[in-house]
C-alpha cells in the first residue's frame, strides 16, 4: 500500500515558478513508476510528466516539454515536479500517481494512462494569473 500527500501548489503570476512534491508512505515506493496528471475544470485527466521506478528515464508531455521536470529520491520517499514559465492554461489541480510495478530496478518502463495508476495523491492547485 501507498499513500501519497501532495503540496506545493499555489498561485503564482505567468512566468513564474512553482515545485510540486509527493511524499510517499508505505515500503513499496521504489517498486513504483510515477506521474504527475493535472485536470483543468471541464477537462479530462491529463498526463504531464512520468518516470521509472530507478529514475533513469522520464516523459513531458509536449505542452510542457522545456518548462516542467520530473524527478524522484527514493531515498526520500518523495517525486516532484519542477514548473517553469508557467502559463494561464496550465492552471488545474494537479495529482502525483504511482503504478505498482513487477519490472525490474532498471526497467525504462514508464506510464501515461490513468488507469495504470494504482495510488493517487489527493491534489494540489496551481493557478497561473495572467
Known amino acids: 500500500q501507498v499513500k501519497l500527500v501532495n503540496s506545493g501548489g499555489g498561485l503564482v503570476q505567468t512566468g513564474g515558478s512553482l515545485r510540486l512534491s509527493c511524499a510517499a508512505s508505505?515500503?513499496?515506493?521504489?517498486?513504483?513508476?510515477l506521474g504527475w496528471f493535472r485536470q483543468a475544470p471541464g477537462k479530462e485527466r491529463e498526463l504531464v510528466a512520468a518516470?521509472?521506478?530507478?529514475?533513469?528515464?522520464?516523459y513531458h508531455a509536449d505542452s510542457v516539454k522545456g518548462r516542467f521536470t520530473i524527478s524522484r529520491e527514493n531515498g526520500a520517499n518523495t517525486v516532484y515536479l519542477q514548473m517553469n514559465s508557467l502559463k494561464p492554461e496550465y492552471t488545474a489541480v494537479y495529482y502525483c500517481?504511482?503504478?505498482?510495478?513487477?519490472?525490474?530496478?532498471?526497467?525504462?518502463?514508464?506510464?501515461?494512462?490513468?488507469?495504470?495508476?494504482?495510488?493517487w495523491g489527493q491534489g494540489t492547485q496551481v493557478t497561473v494569473s495572467s
Open positions: 500517481a504511482a503504478a505498482l510495478t513487477q519490472d525490474p530496478w532498471y526497467s525504462r518502463t514508464y506510464y501515461t494512462e490513468p488507469y495504470e495508476y494504482h495510488y
Open positions: 518516470i521509472s521506478r530507478s529514475g533513469g528515464v522520464t
Open positions: 508505505g515500503r513499496t515506493f521504489s517498486s513504483c513508476a
